[in-house]
């Protein structure tokens, strides 16, 4: 599956904070109180599950940082 340019800045800027913050695919996922595989398979890129802004808002919970972390300065 083709991600779009915004789909695949978030998953590597949510990819790069949980690594910042030594967390692994399944503690970031079960911080969001999500399924364990939850975050691989976002990461995966031939997977369909991608963040949504419900996620992003838990994602910004559990690392403790603002949803705007997530998303680009201008339009891509």
């Known amino acids: 599956m083709l991600l ?8 590597e800027k949510v990819r790069e904070k949980r690594k910042s ?6 503690a970031l ?8 595989t939850f975050v691989s398979h976002v990461e995966a890129p031939s997977r369909r599950a991608k963040y949504n802004i419900n996620h992003l808002n ?10 705007k972390d997530f998303l680009p ?3 891509l």
């Open 58 to 67: 838990a994602l910004a919970k559990a690392l403790d940082c603002s949803p």
């Open 73 to 75: 300065e201008y339009p």
């Open 21 to 26: 913050l030594g967390l692994s695919q399944m």
């Open 4 to 11: 779009s340019p915004i789909e695949k800045y978030i998953v």
């Open 29 to 36: 996922s079960q911080k969001m109180e999500m399924t364990d």
